[in-house]
Every structure is written in C-alpha cells, then in structure tokens.
C-alpha cells in the first residue's frame, strides 16, 4: 500500500509527514491486501489567519472497485488527520460489512 501525501499552506516538515504515513499504515494494516494506494490531502482553508482552519481528504485506491473518499475537519494538523483517519477505517469497514452481509451472499448464491 503506497501513501502519497499532498499537502496545501500546511508547513511540511519530515517529522508531520512521517506522523501521517505512520497514522494511516497503521489505521488501514488489516485493509493493506485490499488496497492499492491512498491519497492524504491536507490543507489550511484561511493560511492568512494565523490559526490553523484546516480539512484534510483521504482518498483510498482499493485493488478493484471505486475509490473512497473522505473528509474531515479539525483546528490542528493532527487532529484533523485524526480524524479524517477515524472516518476512513469505520467508511470501509461499513463497506466490507455490507459486502459480506448473509443478504449479498444469498443473492450471489442464488445467481449460480
């Protein structure tokens, strides 16, 4: 799973990139054999301000299918790739439950 981060007004420093590539490998380990890349964009909406307003979107590749998105947003870099984190693992989760589900089974199994 490849992780391309894209930052926006946001100071970029080996240390947040780091933090970001660690957060979301980790968040996503038990999804990796299903994904092909993620796309982390996180930017400050109002660089001017002096406070950071920011969002961030992460964009998940998966192996086959459509792509999900994301957003989220929060008052610090860390948070708001928290969250944005948070909102993807419980995104795809859902997605696999629903994929899984004893209904889409049958139908699949009645299609044979």
């Given at each position: 799973m490849q992780v391309n981060l894209h930052l926006k007004n946001v100071k970029d420093t080996p240390a947040f990139q780091g933090l970001i590539q660690k957060r979301v490998s980790s968040s996503l380990k038990k999804f990796t054999q299903l994904?092909?890349?993620?796309?982390?964009h996180v930017e400050d909406e109002k660089e001017d301000s002096g406070a950071f307003c920011g969002n961030c979107r992460i964009q998940v590749h998966p192996n086959r299918g459509q792509s999900i998105t994301i957003a989220a947003k929060a008052d610090?870099?860390?948070?708001?790739?928290?969250?944005a984190v948070h909102k993807l693992k419980h995104a795809i989760s859902n997605l696999?439950?629903?994929?899984?589900?004893?209904?889409?089974?049958?139908?699949?199994?009645a299609r044979l």
């Amino acid at each position: 799973m490849q992780v391309n981060l894209h930052l926006k007004n946001v100071k970029d420093t080996p240390a947040f990139q780091g933090l970001i590539q660690k957060r979301v490998s980790s968040s996503l380990k038990k999804f990796t054999q299903l994904i092909e890349s993620v796309d982390v964009h996180v930017e400050d909406e109002k660089e001017d301000s002096g406070a950071f307003c920011g969002n961030c979107r992460i964009q998940v590749h998966p192996n086959r299918g459509q792509s999900i998105t994301i957003a989220a947003k929060a008052d610090t870099p860390d948070g708001v790739v928290s969250v944005a984190v948070h909102k993807l693992k419980h995104a795809i989760s859902n997605l696999l439950d629903r994929k899984n589900s004893p209904k889409n089974i049958r139908h699949n199994l009645a299609r044979l």
